[in-house]
């Protein structure tokens, strides 16, 4: 340090200042704008970056939101048409018991009315069978009672006595 306090030349000093001082005031000038403008460029275009990321985290929020929102909908939507679809089959199912239990009715209504039917139409035969037979038997008795002259002679006062007249 002692050597440069002893080779120290003022005029030197003063140039070098001179110099030093029109350097910077050409800097200043010619560089020093076109530096802090790319500067406040670049960090203009780095603030935007941010703000365009942090739109983009935001939406991607909304979209993740809307998405969940839309798949809950639609969970909901499904649920809905299966309970309905099962409310359907059940009354689809409720509705063909019911027909078939009303055929099942109706068919027991005719077979009952068809027996019915027969058996009436069986009892008749069977009393025009009794009928015919009864006379056939009766027939046969009556001739066989009335074979005899007397005999016909007793039935006759009989008959006559059991009618009476009004």
């Known amino acids: ?27 200043k000038i010619f560089a020093w704008k076109p530096i802090l403008n790319a500067v406040e460029e670049r960090e203009e275009g780095i603030r935007k970056s941010l703000e365009g990321a942090e739109r983009a985290k935001q939406e991607m929020q909304n979209l993740k939101s809307d998405n969940e929102k839309i798949l809950k909908e639609a969970r909901a939507e499904r649920d809905t048409l299966l309970k309905e679809a099962r409310e359907m089959k059940e009354s689809i199912v409720s509705q063909a018991k019911e027909e078939a239990q009303l055929q099942a ?62």
């Open 1 to 27: 340090m002692d050597a440069l306090l002893n080779e120290f030349s003022v005029g030197l000093f003063i140039w070098q200042t001179l110099l030093f001082v029109g350097l910077i005031f050409l800097l």
């Open 105 to 166: 009715n109706k068919l027991m209504e005719q077979a009952k009315t068809a027996i019915q039917n027969e058996k009436a139409k069986a009892i008749t035969d069977m009393k025009n069978q009794m009928g015919e037979l009864s006379v056939s038997i009766a027939e046969k008795v009556v001739k066989n009672e009335l074979s005899n002259k007397d005999k016909q002679l007793q039935l006759i006062e009989q008959l006559l006595n059991e009618v009476t007249l009004n």
